[in-house]
T-cell receptor, first 116, second 113 residues
Framework: AQKITQTQPGMFVQEKEAVTLDCTYD???????LFWYKQPSSGEMIFLIY????DQQNATEGRYSLNFQKARKSANLVISASQLGDSAMYFC?????????????WGLGTSLAVNP | IAGITQAPTSQILAAGRRMTLRCTQD?????MYWYRQDLGLGLRLIHY???????GKGEVPDGYSVSRANTDDFPLTLASAVPSQTSVYFC????????????FGQGTRLTVV
């Protein structure tokens, strides 16, 4: 079965420090994508970063990087130099295009609080 | 219109009433989705559409219906609302399916009383 697990319901980090948000996944599909989204208290869902299962290098987008360890089936999000505006819910999701039942599988999210 | 737009942004609805949540995108994306987000349960897929003219059931389709008459619009209908359908509803689209970024609308907060 396809599944996304985020084991950290809540995280705290000091401003300007780096933080890692965990995400593990389970799938038997050979081709899949891994996503991270941010949802601030205002409610909108903001795409952060994407990693394809065949990508050789870890994805990076500004202060966001994805630590992709395929053998361990993990796709952790690393936020460097945390800012107060990074306080939000963070969701890991997985997409697969095998078969007709197409959908994104979502984790339950991690709430990140950045302390000044 | 820029991106993906949902309407209304919030609604209080009497149980038993019919309600259509609207979703429009101007990015010519093939795939569109409806999710509901509930505390402790994350995002759950209600229905999806891979291309105009086709729809499919997601994880929690009961009590909801969708249509995809054209590329841009993907309305979600609650035929007879019940209190358990109180939730925040998100519409999303992506160019070609689940291996590409999904763009989200701003959400519709629905309360069924």
């Amino acid at each position: 079965a396809q599944k996304i697990t985020q084991t950290q319901p809540g995280m705290f980090v000091q401003e300007k420090e780096a933080v890692t948000l965990d995400c593990t996944y389970d799938t038997s599909d050979p081709s899949y994508g891994l996503f991270w989204y941010k949802q601030p208290s205002s409610g909108e869902m903001i795409f952060l970063i994407y990693q394809g299962s065949y990508d050789q290098q870890n994805a990076t987008e500004g202060r966001y990087s994805l630590n992709f360890q395929k053998a361990r089936k993990s796709a952790n999000l690393v936020i460097s130099a945390s800012q107060l505006g990074d306080s939000a819910m963070y969701f890991c999701a997985m997409g697969a295009n095998a078969g007709n039942n197409r959908k994104l599988i979502w984790g339950l999210g991690t709430s990140l609080a950045v302390n000044p | 219109i820029a991106g993906i737009t949902q309407a209304p942004t919030s609604q209080i609805l009497a149980a038993g009433r019919r309600m259509t949540l609207r979703c429009t995108q101007d990015m010519r994306h093939n795939a569109m989705y409806w999710y509901r987000q509930d505390l402790g349960l994350g995002l759950r897929l209600i229905h999806y559409s891979n291309t105009a003219g086709t729809t499919g059931k997601g994880e929690v389709p009961d009590g909801y219906s969708v249509s995809r008459a054209n590329t841009d619009d993907f309305p979600l209908t609650l035929a007879s609302a019940v209190p358990s359908q109180t939730s925040v509803y998100f519409c999303a689209s992506s160019p070609n399916g689940e291996n590409t970024e999904a763009f989200f609308g701003q959400g519709t907060r629905l309360t069924v009383v």
